[in-house]
T-cell receptor, first 113, second 112 residues
Framework: GNSVTQMEGPVTLSEEAFLTINCTYTATGYPSLFWYVQYPGEGLQLLLKATKADDKGSNKGFEATYRKETTSFHLEKGSVQVSDSAVYFCALSDLAAGNKLTFGGGTRVLVKP | SAVISQKPSRDICQRGTSLTIQCQVDSQVTMMFWYRQQPGQSLTLIATANQGSEATYESGFVIDKFPISRPNLTFSTLTVSNMSPEDSSIYLC?????????FGEGSRLTVL
């Protein structure tokens, strides 16, 4: 079956530091890959996505590249802000699985001023 | 995009009672999903609810415990029946549209 593995948190950073959250996946088909973000007290929001190999998703300074050869979709941001403190979820959807989303365990990021 | 409203946003419930969560979408959608997010954990799909048919439940979830209604293309309800403390979670409604999945803000249930 499909699965998503992401690095465990919490990740604590200083403002303007570089952020990487690793995400790897296992899928039977050709999935689309997503990063969702959950800010404190709010619902999940789509941060970025990539639908095929070598696609790069980007939004709000975050980037992630769909790497089929390493089955990875690592999230990066060059200079984080306090407002980036949130829980980040990597996810995949696979047509073979009815396009249902499979989520990773989530990574809590805390950015300190 | 889709705007999703859930009620209640939070509730404290007594063991053995049942609670119904409502999900309203601002546009017609074919597929609606119900997820559970247990404390400190990721999201787990409970069931898929399509209008005009019975909900499809994931492994580990049954209709008697989580009955779902889908009376039209903009509304769904999830009932958590005979609650126990283990049911304390955030329950999220989501919809699929234009290839993306949108989420409500969730309903945080605490069972005493």
């Amino acid at each position: 079956g499909n699965s998503v593995t992401q690095m465990e948190g919490p990740v604590t950073l200083s403002e303007e530091a570089f952020l990487t959250i690793n995400c790897t996946y296992t899928a039977t088909g050709y999935p689309s890959l997503f990063w969702y973000v959950q800010y404190p007290g709010e619902g999940l929001q789509l941060l970025l996505k990539a639908t095929k190999a070598d696609d790069k998703g980007s939004n709000k300074g975050f980037e992630a590249t769909y790497r089929k050869e390493t089955t990875s979709f690592h999230l990066e941001k060059g200079s984080v802000q306090v407002s980036d403190s949130a829980v980040y979820f990597c996810a995949l959807s696979d047509l073979a699985a009815g396009n249902k989303l499979t989520f990773g365990g989530g990574t809590r990021v805390l950015v300190k001023p | 995009s889709a705007v999703i409203s859930q009620k209640p946003s939070r509730d404290i419930c007594q063991r053995g009672t049942s609670l119904t969560i409502q999900c309203q979408v601002d546009s017609q959608v074919t597929m609606m999903f119900w997820y559970r997010q247990q404390p400190g954990q990721s999201l787990t799909l409970i069931a898929t609810a399509n209008q005009g048919s019975e909900a499809t439940y994931e492994s580990g979830f049954v209709i008697d415990k989580f009955p779902i209604s889908r009376p039209n293309l903009t509304f769904s309800t999830l009932t958590v029946s005979n609650m126990s403390p283990e049911d304390s979670s955030i329950y999220l409604c989501s919809v699929s549209t234009t290839g993306e999945l949108f989420f409500g803000e969730g309903s945080r249930l605490t069972v005493l």
